[in-house]
C-alpha cells in the first residue's frame, strides 16, 4: 500500500512536471521506524510535509517556511485544521536578511542562485525563536533547505540539547555549503546518532542527496 501511494506521488509529479510546474521535493517518511511525536519543527515546509503530519496526529506544528506563496497556502489549509504556528521567516546561523533564490514557479533556496530571481527575506537562528520552554517531548525537528541544513543547525545550537529526534536532508553535491561529513559529524558531536535513511535523490550514476534520521544517543536534556 504505501508502495502504491509513493508510486502514484510520483506519477502526479511527472505529470505536473511536464504541464511546466515544479512541486518540491518532500522527504519521505512513510516507513520511518519511531514513536508518535509530541511536538514537529517543520523547517522549510514548502506546501506540506504530508507523510510526517498523520503520522504525529496530536503534535504541535511550528512551520518555518520564507516563501510568501507557501505561507499563504499553508495558512489557509493546514493551520485551519491543525494546532499550531506560521513563521514566515527562514532559518540560519545569524540574525540577518538574505536573498531567497526562486526556482520555477514556487520552489526556493538560500544556498544557489539559478538565475531565475530572488527576494530579501528576514532569517533568524532556530534559537532566538524558539525556547526550551516552548518545546513539547518527543520532539521532531525536520530540516529541508535545499542546502543550508547545516547553517539551519548551527542557529539553533541553543535548543538542540531539547530536541529528540532529527531528520535533515544532506546534500552531496553542494561542497560550497558544506560537505555531508561536516554535517554528520556536527551532530555527532552533539549527540545525535544517525540511525536511518529515508530516502535518496539520485541520477546519472550520482546521489545528490539523502534524507537521514538523527536519534539522540542519550536522552534530550530535561525541561
Not at 1 to 29: E, H, N, Q, T, V
Not at 57 to 72: C, K, V, W
Not at 166 to 195: A, C, K, N, W
Request: with cysteine.
Amino acid at each position: 500500500m504505501a508502495w502504491s501511494r509513493r508510486k502514484l506521488a510520483l506519477a502526479l509529479s511527472d505529470a505536473i512536471s511536464a504541464m511546466g510546474y515544479r512541486p518540491a521535493k518532500r522527504i519521505d517518511f512513510t516507513n520511518m521506524i519511531g514513536e508518535d511525536f509530541a511536538h514537529v519543527i517543520d523547517v522549510g515546509v514548502a506546501d506540506g510535509t504530508p507523510d510526517l503530519y498523520p503520522r504525529c496526529p496530536n503534535a504541535y506544528l511550528d512551520l518555518f517556511e520564507p516563501h510568501p506563496t507557501y505561507q499563504e497556502h499553508l495558512a489557509r489549509t493546514l493551520l485551519t485544521k491543525r494546532e499550531g504556528r506560521l513563521h514566515r521567516i527562514g532559518l540560519g546561523s545569524s540574525d540577518c536578511t538574505a536573498s531567497l533564490y526562486l526556482k520555477g514557479r514556487t520552489g526556493s533556496n538560500l544556498s544557489v542562485d539559478r538565475g531565475q530571481g530572488k527576494i530579501e527575506v528576514p532569517i533568524r537562528r532556530l534559537d532566538s525563536v524558539l525556547k526550551k520552554a516552548d518545546i513539547r517531548h518527543p520532539c521532531l525537528l525536520k530540516i529541508d533547505t535545499e542546502g543550508f541544513e547545516l547553517e539551519v543547525l548551527r542557529g539553533a545550537a541553543g535548543i538542540l540539547p531539547y530536541i529528540d529526534c532529527i531528520v535533515s536532508e544532506v546534500h552531496f553535491t553542494m561542497p560550497q555549503m558544506y560537505r555531508p561529513r561536516d554535517l554528520i559529524g556536527h551532530l555527532d558531536g552533539l549527540g545525535f546518532e544517525l540511525s536511518e535513511m529515508l530516502d535518496n535523490h539520485s541520477g546519472n550514476g550520482q546521489v545528490w542527496c539523502a534524507d537521514f534520521v538523527f536519534r539522540r544517543m542519550s536522552p534530550a536534556a530535561p525541561m
